[in-house]
């Protein structure tokens, strides 16, 4: 079965500088791997995917994520922080050859930027 | 159409009620999700079709809870008997059959009392 583990439950960084939220994933087969953004009272975006190819990915509003297979990682990184990036920001993954198009989430990380 | 449409955005049942929770997906998206999710909490996977038929109802928590979607386009999730710890935030979403990223809709927040 796949799991997604978000360490962290605040992230707290100062505006203009760089991000990070971390994110680990389990899975038996080959994983799909997804980033989702939460704002407050509003539904799930979503941001990038990794689904093979470029261990870099980059998506929307200037976010990016680096998959590393040997680590089971997929960290969330973005240069250069904003206060509108303030939010709730989920990890999810799918088990490609054994779960089908089931997607397992993270219990999010709670992004605050102050400026 | 445009976006993954839920309805109601709000509901309040009394204990013991059935509801039913719609869901419209993006036109052409063969793939149809609904999650669960606990106020400040990830997405808890529930089920998913492709087309009309049911994939995965693995994280259907009992049998007071079930979906549908008949002619793979329009999707209902019920819940019988409704009981307080229901309570939560219902989210549907969709996706094209090649697994892309989902289209959220807006949720229904079931509230039992």
């Known amino acids: 079965a796949q799991s997604v583990a978000q360490p962290e439950d605040q992230v707290n960084v100062a505006e203009g500088n760089p991000l990070t939220v971390k994110c680990t994933y389990s899975?038996?087969?080959?994983?799909?791997l997804f980033w989702y953004v939460q704002y407050p009272n509003r539904g799930l975006q979503f941001l990038l995917k990794y689904i093979t190819g470029d261990n870099l990915v980059k998506g929307s509003y200037g976010f990016e994520a680096e998959f590393n297979k040997s680590q089971t990682s997929f960290h969330l990184k973005k240069p250069s922080a904003l206060v509108s990036d303030s939010a709730l920001y989920f990890c999810?993954?799918?088990?490609?050859?054994?779960?089908?198009?089931?997607?397992?989430f993270g219990a999010g990380t709670r992004l605050f930027v102050k400026a | 159409g445009a976006g993954v449409s839920q309805s109601p955005r709000y509901k309040v049942t009394k204990r013991g009620q059935d509801v039913a929770l719609r869901c419209d997906p993006i036109s052409g998206h063969v793939s149809l999700y609904w999650y669960r999710q606990a106020l400040g909490q990830g997405p808890e996977f529930l089920t998913y079709f492709n087309y009309e038929a049911q994939q995965d109802k693995s994280g259907l928590p009992n049998d007071r809870f079930s979906a549908e979607r008949p002619e793979g386009s329009i999707s209902t999730l019920t819940i019988q008997r409704t009981e307080q710890r229901d309570s939560a935030m219902y989210r549907c979403a969709s996706s094209s059959l090649t697994g892309d990223g989902y289209t959220f809709g807006s949720g229904t927040r079931l509230t039992v009392v």
């Open positions: 899975v038996s087969g080959n994983p799909y």
């Open positions: 999810a993954v799918r088990d490609y050859n054994t779960g089908g198009f089931k997607t397992i």
